[in-house]
């Protein structure tokens, strides 16, 4: 037995799933929903706060390589995302202190609607994300951005499922910029969202570092191939897995509205 009741086989099945994590997040967010899921079912003796705890401190890990990754490639406007970085840590603090006080249940209706939204858009604006053409300069470009990490950030903070692909759809749709720079800004803001989730747990000691720190690792390495990847194929590839990941996270949404009880 590798930790109180968690055995080697199990933590080999959590590597698999944190490595795809890793892989999809760096490309275009998502990953959470295949790693979460897979903590929930593999260590169901675990409360959720230690699971949540786990996970986030895990997925972190490859979100800090793959920005590091992007940002070598990518030119990052940093007089604006510093303090993006700010405003979304701060608004995610505030949507994760209402967590308790809102019935979080009644957003997952509303999310399924807005993914397809997206995907709708998406496929209908072939050109979407393919070429890099900053539509807005300057204060607008400048505010535009934090208003997209106080309302991202505090959903980040509440409730969590897609705010990489909604960050990145954001960037592309709104700000006109290609899909891999949306992603190395994508990559940055999600951080920041993240950090006060993982001090919060820590803090209370909801984190199983025994299976966090195998899983950082893994993720780490699946975000390394992720980015490579990305940078390798470019926009183009970039939008076709965007799109199928938008399916994805759709179809889990759906299973768990309609099916789930």
């Known amino acids: 037995m590798l930790l109180d009741d968690i055995s080697l086989q199990t933590l080999s099945f959590l590597l698999i799933f944190a490595f795809s994590a890793g892989f999809v997040d760096s490309i275009v ?29 895990a997925s972190v890990s490859g979100t800090l390589v793959a920005a590091s990754q992007y940002i070598k490639q990518v030119k990052v406007d940093w007089k604006v995302m510093l303090p993006a970085v700010a405003i979304t840590g701060i608004f995610a603090l505030m949507g994760a202190r209402l967590v308790s006080s809102l019935d979080k249940e009644t957003l997952r209706p509303i999310i399924l609607v807005l993914l397809v939204l997206v995907l709708i ?24 951005v934090m208003l997209t990490g106080a309302i991202l950030g505090f959903y980040d903070g509440f409730f969590g499922p897609g705010m990489g692909s909604f960050l990145i759809f ?34 209370s000691g909801d984190v199983l570092y025994k299976v966090a720190i195998p899983l950082a690792i893994a993720n780490i390495l699946g975000s390394i191939v992720g980015t490579k990847l990305a940078l390798k194929k470019g926009s183009t590839f970039v939008r076709i897995f965007f799109v199928v990941v938008v399916i994805g996270v759709i179809l889990r949404f759906g299973y768990d509205i309609f099916f789930k009880h």
């Open 29 to 57: 967010g998502g990953g959470g929903m295949i790693q979460l899921p897979a903590l929930l079912i593999f260590l169901p003796q675990f409360s959720i706060p230690t699971i949540i705890g786990t996970h986030k401190l």
């Open 170 to 203: 954001t960037f592309v749709s709104i700000f006109y910029l290609d899909f891999l720079h949306a992603s190395a800004y994508a990559k940055i803001m999600n951080c920041a969202s993240n950090v006060p989730a993982i001090i919060y747990f820590m803090s």
């Open 121 to 144: 858009y998406t496929l209908v604006k072939k050109d979407l994300g393919t070429h890099h053409a900053p539509k807005y300069h300057g204060k607008v470009f400048f505010w535009g």
